[in-house]
């Protein structure tokens, strides 16, 4: 017979499932305890309880005052090992991927919703396109093309001797030397589908738990019934359209779960239920769109490789006395442009799959497309190879328009997503939406620029080392350089942080002359909570600093918006004065006055050292990371809050670790509660409220009226509300506010990340925040502190009375335990107990 859970005088069993925020957490931390159990999970993400609550459920007498805790510890996901501090250089990637779902919430507009998502797609394959070209710019150009072609550059180097012109060795045709060197970019594209492959495998391939797999006791939920949708959009149909006035109706209830909760309406016998998006079955497996955009854009590498190798390569053979190599090198070509087509044709035409969890695969376009793509770039390596013995490499690789044909898509893009974003915000507008919905094209736009700077920082780094001590392009060397458009992106490069200045200065003033205003409210503040305050200018000034510096977070918009502007501004203005000059800017200035002159070659040279320092920072921050755990914990938490997201439009970005953390939690959640029949108070910091939300959304109607929502330090309105409207928008968390039986949020004023959710203000609901709350505790010293208290921002809300008296609130507001619902455990878990300890 399985043990009783503990009786509280609240109502029976009760659990408390903590979990944890940016920067992760130790299960000792979380539990304050030196010595924890795993009750279930694995190295990566876990659940754990003190040994002394390891069976809880079989002493109920221990815990009448209070919920049993629990630790659910998903920071390995983002930050486990060494090797996850090299995704930084995925962070281009990451960012893109992020504009995807800072779409505009609105309502109707199906048409122009995909469009959206096309464009943030298109957007995503020219990043991988540029990185490949990069790659193709610093083997085949620079190093094959240019150095292994000038004699004072490869006769320097031994490594480079033996493709050599001079040598008039095999390997000293140019072609013969562009086919060797095509296997370094053709690498880093196997690579970077390797990269994805095996996380596709770990994150979006795993399928969700099935109703066995939960002991019978779970609803099953794998195929739920759309409703019909609205703006004549078939839902069946795999789109990006995420419309709130799409309808879902949710699976029918199992008996069991109807007792435990609000019986659910009928298909038959009602309207469908409109739910949020994160609440969609298939939100959380993306397994078949992921598959989709690898193919494609591991397609489009190899075909980068083949052009630039078959670029060349033809254009010499078009004014050569052969017709049957011409007519080679055209075939090649036009095959290319075909596959260049398909991959368009692939990106452009399916979007996610929600409403349902689709476990299909498209095997003609995941298997084929990528080896038809390898196979043109063999052909072309072949035809590269092709005897040629009059031909020599002088100045840059031909085709080198592929950089500016590229830069000029971005802007197109980057234009076009931004006239989708404002039609789109004008069906819907709110106030608190980031950039009247531009947040979306801003941060496309950085992700452009940071992929530049990573791409045109690789490639001046290596022009500056194959020709010593010269200025790239300049004609002081041995060879050329890069392309002449990477010089003038990097001399725009001390212009925008010289533009930069003035926002930064401006912050400034304004969080120093807003500390000063807070300052009489602190001292006010604390004189009325405390009987005796001696005021203290020192302790006035750090609170009210912190309050002003927390504020800070709130000009995070306007200050992305100035600065993506500011870069499509310069560069526009770069392809242009490439375009028009065809040199770079140092000699393109000259003949001009002497400080236009001045300022050219300074912007150039300096820029060239800074594009050049960007990417090696990249590196090195990386290789720190890898042998430093503290500062591999630093870097998670970027990834914390960028990988959030499930990757909609780059397949190389870093994986989405919510595709296993959302599950866990409401798995973990629904069989608990299916099993005890007990109370749930699920308690989320920082990150982990976005995360205990996002599982509370996935729970059958049942459940959620079984668990109580507690916030604290949290992101959902502050940060995801106002950059992602669509998921987290004031519709959404309205509608989670109606779902949950109850919910608190617990926040400071000197918190920069944490904020309240705004619900319930005006009176028509429960209201769901309480704060600011008190940071820190008491002013000065006081019977009950009788040290200073630390000021204590987005950390330790615990520690805080409050959060005690909210949570006892939440568990007294949650329904009565259900034992009869424990009647439908299975012989294992009556075995095992009902901790959740199992071999499953």
Known sequence: MSPEPPVRSGGGAALELLVHGVGGATPQEMLADPYTVRITGDETAAIYRRPDDEEAESHPERYADGPVPEAYCWSNLTSGNGARALWLLLL??????????????????????????????????????????????????????QCAGAAGCADDRDWLGFLSATRDGWWAQPGRRLALAALVPAALVGLLWYLSNRTWSAYEAQRPPTDAAAGGSLPEESDPVPAKATDNTDIHEDTDVHDDTDAYEGPAETPAAATAGTAPVSPAHGPPTVRPALARPGFWYGRRLVARLRAAHTAAGFLTVAGAVTGATARYDRGAASAVRDGAGWLLQSTLVAGGLVVLWVVCSRGRSERRRDG????????????????????AVVYAAWSRPGWNSSGTLPGAVTFPVLVLAQGVLVVALAATALVLHRRAPHARIALHGLGGPAVAMLACALAGVMTGGVAQRVGDWLDGSGTPGMGEGSIIGPPVLLSWQAAVIPVLLVLLLVPVVVLAVRTVRT??????????????????????????????????????????????????GATLLLGTGAVLGAWLSGD??????????????????????????LIGLGFILFVTWGRRAYRDPSARRTIGILWDVGTFWPRASHPFAPPCYAERAVPDLTWRMASWTART???????GHSQGSVLAAAAVWQLREGTRHRVALLTYGSP?????????????GAPPLRDLGREVHCWRNLWRATDPIGGPVRLGADGGEPAVDHGPLKDPLAYGRTERHPLPEPILGHSEYQADPAFAVERAALLDRLPPALPGQRDGTTTEQRAHGSSGRSSA
């Open 584 to 609: 770079v800017p140092g000699r393109a200035a000259e003949g001009a006055p002497a400080p236009v002159q001045s300022v050219a070659d300074t912007t150039q040279a300096l820029g060239s050292w």
């Open 716 to 728: 959902l309105e502050r940060l995801y509300g106002r950059w992602f409207p669509a998921y987290f």
């Open 360 to 379: 299909t695969l498209d095997q003609a376009v995941i298997t084929r497309l990528p080896a038809a793509s390898l196979a043109l770039l063999g052909t």
């Open 677 to 683: 029949g007990g109370r749930l108070v699920i308690s």
């Open 515 to 564: 500390g000063r205003r807070l300052a009489p409210v602190v001292e006010a503040e604390y004189g009325s909570r405390e009987e005796r305050v001696t005021p203290d200018s020192v302790r006035t000034r750090r609170i009210a600093g912190a309050r002003a510096r927390a504020e800070l977070t709130d000009a995070a918009p306007w200050l992305v918006g100035l600065v993506s």
């Open 92 to 145: 281009p990637f990451m960012v893109v991927n992020l504009a995807h779902w800072m779409r505009p919430a609105t309502n109707g507009l199906a048409r122009t919703q995909r469009l959206y998502g096309v464009l943030v797609r298109l957007l995503a394959l020219t990043l991988t396109v540029l990185l490949t070209a990069a790659a193709c710019e610093v083997a085949l150009d620079l190093v094959a093309w």
